[in-house]
């Protein structure tokens, strides 16, 4: 995968804390959920480029059995 970019992001303080509680509402992290918005929007408008990989597995990883 290629090396991920950063972005600083100022949003106001109530902005943060409702993002944050929809993200501990779906076990993401505030930076993975913003992930996750920002690429339906993109697939929304149809922006979203082809080549754009897959978000990263994130969590545990499953149990063999």
């Known amino acids: ?11 106001d ?3 943060h804390d409702a ?4 993200a501990a509402d ?10 996750m918005l920002l ?4 697939a929304d408008a149809g922006r979203l480029p082809s080549s754009a990989g897959e978000l990263p597995r ?4 499953p149990r063999d059995d």
């Open 58 to 61: 994130r969590g545990r990883p």
């Open 13 to 15: 303080p109530k902005v």
């Open 19 to 22: 993002l944050a509680r929809w």
């Open 39 to 42: 690429r339906r929007a993109l």
């Open 1 to 11: 995968m290629a090396e991920r970019k950063q972005v600083l992001l100022r949003v």
């Open 26 to 35: 779906e076990f993401r992290s505030v930076n993975a959920h913003l992930e």
